[in-house]
Structure formats: structure tokens, C-alpha cells
């Protein structure tokens, strides 16, 4: 078993339970991890044979363009698309990060974590 890793994939999107966050929108931090068996691309040197992560970046990009109040929401549409479209994939984890949310505070960001195993 390996795992691939696409670290705070930057993104400009308008998710938040407040009106002017789907308005002004804010600075988002995605990060994707899923655990596949990569052995055979180890030798091969060939795509095919492992997991795309510009597919993943994609899969992302798209899932952050649909606006939703909660990051959890988000997190688990990105979860369930990497399950459904990357069957190679046994385990994922996807965190969330809000930079800068608006909360009474001096708050760097925000994380939410999902993490799921192929049944």
C-alpha cells in the first residue's frame, strides 16, 4: 500500500453559513491523501497504474466551485467523487481549511478532516 498526497490545493470559493461569505467569497486549503496499492507502478513507470493526481486536482477545483454553508459538506462531496471515480483507491482523507474565517478571533483557518476506507 502507498499514498499519494496533494497538499493545500489553493482555491478561491464561497462556502460559509453567512450571506457575505457567498458573496465575498474566501481563501480555501484542500489536501488530499488516499492510500492505493502502487507496486505495480513502481516498475511499469507508466500512469495507468497509479493515481493521477492532476485528476484529483480536478476533482477538487469542481467540487469547490459549488457553493455550500458547511466545510464538512464540501469535504464529503470530494470523498465521495474520489471513491466513485478513482477505483484503485482504498483509503482517502480530505481536509478543509477556511483561511481567515470570520470569527470573533485571530484565527489563522479552519480544518475539517473526513477520512473513509473503500467498503
Same mark, same amino acid.
Given at each position: 500500500m502507498g499514498k499519494?498526497?496533494?497538499r493545500n490545493i489553493r482555491v478561491y470559493a464561497?462556502?460559509?453559513?453567512l450571506e457575505e461569505e457567498s458573496i465575498i467569497g474566501s481563501d480555501y486549503l484542500v489536501t488530499v491523501e488516499v492510500f492505493s496499492d502502487l507496486q505495480k507502478a513502481t516498475? #511499469?513507470?507508466? &500512469?495507468?497504474?497509479? /493515481?493521477?493526481?492532476?485528476?484529483?486536482? $480536478?476533482?477538487?477545483? !469542481?467540487?469547490?466551485?459549488? #457553493?455550500?454553508? &458547511?466545510?464538512?459538506? /464540501?469535504a464529503k462531496r470530494i470523498l465521495d $467523487?474520489?471513491?466513485? !471515480?478513482?477505483?484503485?483507491?482504498?483509503?482517502?482523507?480530505?481536509?478543509?481549511?477556511?483561511?481567515?474565517?470570520p470569527i470573533d478571533g485571530d484565527v489563522e483557518m479552519v480544518t475539517v478532516t473526513l477520512k473513509e476506507k473503500r467498503v
Open positions: 499519494i498526497t496533494v464561497y462556502h460559509g453559513c516498475v #511499469s513507470d507508466d &500512469l495507468a497504474d497509479t /493515481v493521477d493526481y492532476v485528476f484529483i486536482n $480536478r476533482i477538487v477545483k !469542481e467540487e469547490m466551485r459549488i #457553493s455550500s454553508k &458547511l466545510l464538512e459538506h /464540501v $467523487r474520489v471513491f466513485d !471515480e478513482l477505483k484503485s483507491v482504498a483509503k482517502a482523507v480530505i481536509s478543509v481549511s477556511k483561511i481567515n474565517p
